[in-house]
């Protein structure tokens, strides 16, 4: 009997161990999550805001600054919650993310700004457990960052550099990244702060390195611009690079006129300077105007030049097209000006727009400025006081400038509408 009851003693002894060391596993319930949010800060107003990414419906304007907390209904396992195990992809291509655990909730933190304008998926798999063993069914959500999302242009092949604005100097092929002094970000036409260039009329200026580089035998410029005239003294050199040993444009004081003064390369192998100038009356080479002009929009009855430019957003496109040696100015879609060039005794030869700087004589920078026509280590034209750039008076761009586009083609009439329509 004795033996018996020592026997009978071990197997309870081995049931309670039993029992005691699965029940961890074995009574672990999965875990699930209690609600996921984004939040940084609103594109429209500045402020701080919030988004909820677990409600029914997926959710849109979501920070580009975004934070993502996702909190679970217990304690997280932190070696199962990882990049590995949680993904944010657009696209099809993951973004780099930090991913932090503290008790029950898991922050995940993108390495830059998200695109504006983009659907994202948020990824979380199975392999995400509780502290406590309880496991995690693997689930995503979907979301739209605010914003627009980016244009891809006519001829995008051909796009040699573009400059958005969105809080920093980068160009999208990150070849022509600029410096400035002086600039701000403010609204865009879209309403959405720090979206684009602020110019103050006085000491403002972008300068973007190898700027000569960007000009070809056939070019197509395009940009949007708001020109703030109150207080303005003189007019305003909007960019350029080298002045008229390059180009530069400059919409006058007053707002009667704009022009694109470009230098350019003639078959026999010397470059002349010549002005793209558009005032918006009408005449051409058949009513009174100059020779080469075969086209130009009479403006005078809807107010002129100065109401499609004066405190409002107009897209502006210069493009020359070596092929037919013609040049053509474009406001928001619309034919203003074409030139035919061959019209012209002295430019029926040209063959392109250059850099040239052999004869200057001056010193002539190189970097392509924007709220100036030149940068600032150009010395021609210093001493004059419109032109010299530390001079108060001199014709310092005020207003804004957005959506920077330069090609190494021109675009035809129906590819300028088409970004137009696709960028307004």
Not at 341 to 357: E, I, K, R, S
Not at 392 to 399: L, M, R
Request: aromatic share 10%; hydrophobic share 35%.
């Amino acid at each position: 009997m004795k033996a018996l009851k020592i026997s009978l003693f071990s197997l309870l002894a081995l049931g309670l161990l039993f029992s005691v060391g699965c029940s961890d596993d074995d009574d672990a319930q999965p875990v699930s999550i209690t609600s996921i949010v984004a939040e940084g800060t609103d594109l429209q107003t500045g402020d701080a805001t919030t988004k909820d990414l677990n409600g029914a419906s997926s959710a849109t304007d979501v920070p580009l600054d975004a934070v993502i907390t996702v909190t679970f209904e217990k304690e997280v396992d932190a070696t199962t919650a990882t990049t590995s195990s949680i993904t944010l992809a657009a696209d099809g291509s993951n973004v780099d993310i930090g991913v932090a655990v503290t008790g029950s909730t898991v922050t995940i933190t993108p390495s830059s700004d998200l695109a504006r304008g983009t659907d994202y998926t948020l990824t979380l798999s199975n392999t995400i457990a509780a502290a406590d063993g309880g496991q995690f069914s693997a689930t995503s959500r979907t979301f739209t960052t605010a914003g627009r999302s980016e244009v891809v242009p006519p001829q995008a092949d051909n796009q040699l550099a573009y400059w958005k604005f969105d809080g920093n100097l980068m160009s999208t092929n990150g070849t022509y990244n600029g410096e400035e002094a002086g600039l701000t970000y403010g609204t865009d036409r879209f309403g959405n702060v720090g979206s684009t260039s602020v110019y103050d009329g006085d000491v403002t200026i972008v300068e973007i390195p190898n700027g000569d580089k960007l000009l070809n035998e056939s070019t197509t410029l395009s940009f949007w611009v708001k020109v703030d005239s109150v207080g303005h003294v003189g007019g305003h050199f909007v960019m350029g690079v080298g002045d008229l040993y390059g180009f530069f444009i400059e919409i006058q004081g007053g707002l009667g006129g704009m022009k694109l003064t470009g230098r350019y390369t003639h078959s026999d192998g010397h470059t002349l300077a010549n002005d793209f100038f558009f005032n918006g009356d009408g005449q051409t080479a058949d009513n009174g105007g100059w020779v080469a002009v075969e086209f130009e929009q009479d403006l005078s009855s809807s107010g002129g030049l100065g109401a499609l430019l004066d405190n409002r957003w107009a897209h502006i496109v210069y493009s020359y097209d070596a092929t037919t040696n013609k040049r053509h100015l474009y406001i928001d879609g619309e034919l203003m000006e074409t030139d035919n060039l061959n019209n012209a005794p002295a430019l029926a030869g040209v063959t392109g727009l250059v850099f040239d700087d052999s004869d200057a004589g001056d010193v002539i920078g190189t970097k392509l400025a924007f709220g100036f026509n030149h940068d600032r280590e150009t010395t021609h034209w210093a001493n004059e006081p419109w032109g010299g750039y530390t001079f108060p008076d001199a014709n310092h761009f005020k207003g804004s400038l957005d959506d920077i586009r330069i090609f190494d083609v021109a675009l035809s009439d129906s590819e300028v509408k088409q970004l137009y329509t696709d960028e307004k």
